[in-house]
């Protein structure tokens, strides 16, 4: 079976699967497992994702922009 690794969740949603997971009488494993498929086995949408529409801007700048003006130092 496949593992699924999963970072940066929030200590306090971390919490509340392990209060949900305790009171069902499941391990944290089994609870997530119980979410996941409940979640997969939900209908997918059928509609297709909107048209990304671009706008061009006037910002008053000569030069263009750097990548390093619009994100963040890790990319995002």
Known sequence: MQAVHIRDVPEETLEA???RA???GHSMQQ???AVLTRAASEPADDV???AFRLHAV???RRESFD???L???DGR
């Open 17 to 19: 699967l392990r209060r």
């Open 67 to 69: 990548r390093a003006d």
């Open 22 to 24: 305790a009171r069902r």
């Open 58 to 60: 006037t910002t008053g």
């Open 31 to 33: 609870e997530l497992r």
């Open 71 to 73: 994100y963040h130092a």
């Open 48 to 50: 297709p994702p909107r």
